[in-house]
């Protein structure tokens, strides 16, 4: 059994940084995957980021783009999610996912029933 820990959400301006935390405990990863997703009130999950284990390989949403960064420490396994230049738009729950096999294919790192365990979520709020 895998159980995720986030942390490091809180209240930030607008424009500035948070770096998020996903710790997994239960079972070494190797060959699966790490993902983040977020969700707003009242509107869907959305997916945000993803990383291979193996590789380090990264995958990104269109929003996020060029403003997070996610990386991963795999002696330590966990997974980070660097946000600069935040908006207010990005306030959400952001949640961390793992996948425990490696995916055949991109597309699935960007969805979240291809992921087998889920994180509590930490709270981003990005305020004007």
């Known amino acids: 059994q895998v159980q995720l820990v986030e942390s490091g959400g809180g209240l930030v301006q607008a424009g500035g940084s948070l770096r998020l935390s996903c710790a997994a405990s239960?079972?070494?990863?190797?060959?699966?995957?790490m993902g983040w997703f977020r969700q707003a009130p009242g509107k869907e999950r959305d997916f945000v980021a993803a990383i291979t284990w193996s590789g380090g390989n990264t995958y990104y949403g269109d929003s996020v783009k060029g403003r997070f960064t996610v990386s991963r420490d795999n002696a330590k396994n966990t997974v980070y999610l660097q946000m600069n230049s935040l908006k207010p738009e990005d306030t959400a729950v952001y949640y961390c996912a793992a996948r425990d096999s490696r995916p055949q294919y991109v597309v699935m790192l960007k969805r979240g029933s291809d992921y087998n365990y889920w994180g509590q979520g930490t709270q981003v709020t990005v305020s004007s």
């Open positions: 239960g079972r070494t990863f190797s060959s699966g995957a």
